[in-house]
């Protein structure tokens, strides 16, 4: 028998070249250099400049934004007290230290008086039902 279980030609999830995987990796070990050396890039340029955005970051790196984001996440990426880096309690967006991002914080506000005209639709709605069943 000359069957090989333990590895399998792959193509790389970045670059596509073909590279022998092991267990579920997806990436060929050029592209495993390339993404340590950008995680390094992002890790220090934080390090260096605490209070920049996430966009500061991207710019500074080259580094996507998307990249980083999953980074800081993942708990990968630690961000110092001064960061100005948080995320969007309700949809996840960075924001610039604040508990929402602009989006939700409009949302938020049209949903609530939206919400509260809603309460009170129903309140005067529940009252007339319970005047007609009375008779
Ligand atoms: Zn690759
Ligand atoms: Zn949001």
Redesign the pocket.
Known sequence: MTENKLSALKN?K??G?LFQAENGVS??S??NEDIDDEFTRVREYIYDNPSSSVKDVSSGTGVHTDAILKWIREGKIVLGSNSNIAFCERCGEPTTGSRFCPKCVKDLATGLKAGLEDSNHKQQVGMHIKESSKK
């Open positions: 790389c970045k670059c070249r990436l060929c050029r592209c």
